[in-house]
T-cell receptor, first 111, second 111 residues
């Protein structure tokens, strides 16, 4: 058990919809990272937050947004969903770089 | 942009045989990380290498960082079925907090 909790585990929705993925980091970890994993793109870095502030942005689409709240949990919002957004979304947390503790992921399926 | 490639993409070995995966970056890395992802699981942090030419061992696993800090390798001695999974290297993407994951090597071990 990594101590990182992601909800929901599975999400099935339709194109054009909006979803929110949630991540609770390990106790004491201030950094939260979001990654997208798909078969053809591998593990792609989306965004990194540290103690509520955005620290780095990767290949995150404009339709995607994220935030980290004062209690350090984070949410990743995906809107205007497309078939290509189907993937496994991982959250990771750490006290320092690099990301050390990954959650079990949220599997998003767009129908 | 920066690319991190791994070879081979896939390796099938008999239990007891050795295994090596190689990681090559298009740019010099300040550090490199290795992760293991079991089938259906999440990435698990294995180790971080920082110094040029650094070699670290974890039981049957030996990690090496190249002298030029542009490549790295992971060697597993006498593989076991528990070693099955995809091994990823990852390095920082420039002067940011991005972590760029390699393409991964999938290891299959036949008992």
């Amino acid at each position: 058990d990594s101590g990182v909790t992601q909800t929901p585990k599975h999400l099935i929705t339709a194109t054009g919809q909006r979803v929110t993925l949630r991540c609770s980091p390990r106790s004491g970890d201030l950094s939260v990272y979001w990654y997208q994993q798909s078969l053809d793109q591998g593990l792609q870095f989306l965004i990194h937050y540290y103690n509520g502030e955005e620290r780095a942005k990767g290949n995150i689409l404009e339709r995607f947004s994220a935030q980290q709240f004062p209690d350090l949990h984070s949410e990743l919002n995906l809107s205007s969903l497309e078939l290509g957004d189907s993937a496994l979304y991982f959250c990771a947390s750490s006290a320092t770089r690099p990301p050390r503790h990954f959650g079990d992921g949220t599997r998003l399926s767009i129908l | 942009g920066q690319q991190v490639m791994q070879i081979p993409q896939y390796q099938h070995v008999q239990e007891g045989e050795d295994f090596t995966t190689y990681c090559n970056s298009s740019t010099t890395l300040s550090n490199i990380q290795w992760y293991k992802q079991r089938p259906g699981g999440h990435p698990v942090f294995l180790i971080q290498l920082v110094k040029s030419g650094e070699v670290k061992k974890q039981k049957r696993l030996t990690f090496q960082f190249g002298e030029a800090k542009k490549n790295s390798s992971l060697h597993i001695t006498a593989t076991q079925t528990t070693d099955v999974g995809t091994y990823f290297c990852a390095g920082p993407g420039g002067a940011t907090n991005k972590l760029i994951f390699g393409t991964g090597t999938l290891l299959a071990v036949q008992p």
